[in-house]
């Protein structure tokens, strides 16, 4: 009885952990693109080629940051922002159900 009990309890705070799902916020500057890798610090964004800024940061799906050398893939859905030289500075790489969302329906937050 004891064993059903705890076995309950495992999957009702199971159930319960999906429901704090935590969304990122992005700050209101955010824009939206499409990313790939080139040879650190220039990356392709929009079809075109940029720079990352000294101090730039990917982060990924879990809010951490990535190396750029271990980014995969191309034409990766995103939200970046740039700094005050036109350099980009921080980027998401977006799981499916924020890519499917506008920035527009993304929470928000001030810049940090």
Do not use: C, H
Request: glycine letters at 8%.
């Amino acid at each position: 009885m004891r064993i059903q009990r705890f076995l309950t309890a495992g999957v009702l705070a199971l159930l319960a952990a999906s429901a704090f799902a935590i969304e990122r916020p992005f700050p209101p500057i955010a824009k939206r693109g499409t990313f790939s890798m080139g040879a650190f610090p220039e990356i392709v964004l929009n079809g075109q080629t940029r720079r990352m800024s000294a101090g730039g940061r990917i982060f990924n799906q879990n809010n951490l940051i990535q190396m750029p050398a271990s980014v995969s893939g191309s034409n990766l859905v995103v939200n970046y922002t740039e700094d005050f030289q036109g350099n980009i500075d921080r980027i998401w790489l977006l799981d499916t159900r924020e890519a499917a969302q506008t920035p527009a329906q993304q929470k928000i937050s001030p810049a940090r």
